[in-house]
């Protein structure tokens, strides 16, 4: 089978294999391992409808469906908590790996979502020397994220949602789940919408 190979240069060197989606098995559509502690969340945890997202910050169409997950939260509020997955594909984009690992980065210092934010906004600039630029934007302290980053820290953290992508059938970015079922159809913000309201049991006003 083909994959791609992601190799971590330092302390305890290991190798990260980043498998392009094409080779995934489709082994399910349901969310594996379900949204839990380990995930980065926004909303309340006992909200009663959740969004995952498996995404690639260097992803153009993730790029356009980063303000449309930002509208659906704001519409649905409180009843709607949302997760965000690593599912970089370097095939495709040579630094989402990088762009994935300063997100994990940002998380181990708690500012994971200003970071988030960040490069999606900027998606057009990843290199390495932009993304030192946002570590400092959103107040991390920047040796340790200078380390970190040299010595990829964060690799196997990144590489755990993507095994967890690939066991959810995930075939390409974005992918989205609502409370741990594959979504297939459309994702503007009416439809989407409306699809996590009906998930709530009830209908939001718009």
């Not at 260097?58 to 509208?71: D, F, L, N, Q, R």
């Not at 370097?90 to 790996?97: F, I």
């Not at 970071?115 to 020397?129: F, S, V």
């Not at 959810?168 to 974005?174: A, H, K, L």
Request: charged share 25%; aromatic share 10%.
């Amino acid at each position: 089978m083909s994959f791609s190979t992601y190799s971590a240069d330092g302390p305890g060197s290991v190798v990260v294999c980043y498998f392009h989606w094409r080779m995934a098995a489709d082994k399910g559509h349901t969310l594996t391992p379900p949204a839990g502690p380990r995930d980065h969340t926004k909303g309340p945890a006992d909200a009663p409808v959740t969004l995952v997202e498996y995404g690639d910050y260097e992803c153009p169409h993730c790029g356009m469906a980063y303000p449309i997950v930002k509208e659906v939260q704001r519409r649905l509020g409180k009843h709607l908590r949302f997760v965000f997955r690593n599912f970089p594909i370097p095939d495709s984009h040579p630094h989402a790996v990088h762009a994935a690992e300063a997100a994990e980065a940002a998380a181990a210092q708690g500012h994971f979502w200003p970071m988030h934010d960040m490069l999606y906004e900027r998606q057009r600039k990843l290199l390495d020397r932009h993304l030192a630029e946002y570590a400092k934007a959103v107040g991390l302290d920047g040796e340790q994220f200078q380390r970190e980053m040299a010595a990829h820290v964060h690799a196997a953290r990144v590489q755990e949602d993507v095994t967890s992508g690939i066991e959810s059938g995930v075939r390409g970015t974005p992918t989205f789940f609502i409370n741990g079922a594959k979504y297939t159809e459309s994702w503007d913000a009416d439809t989407l919408t409306a699809a996590l309201e009906t998930a709530t049991g009830r209908r939001q006003r718009k």
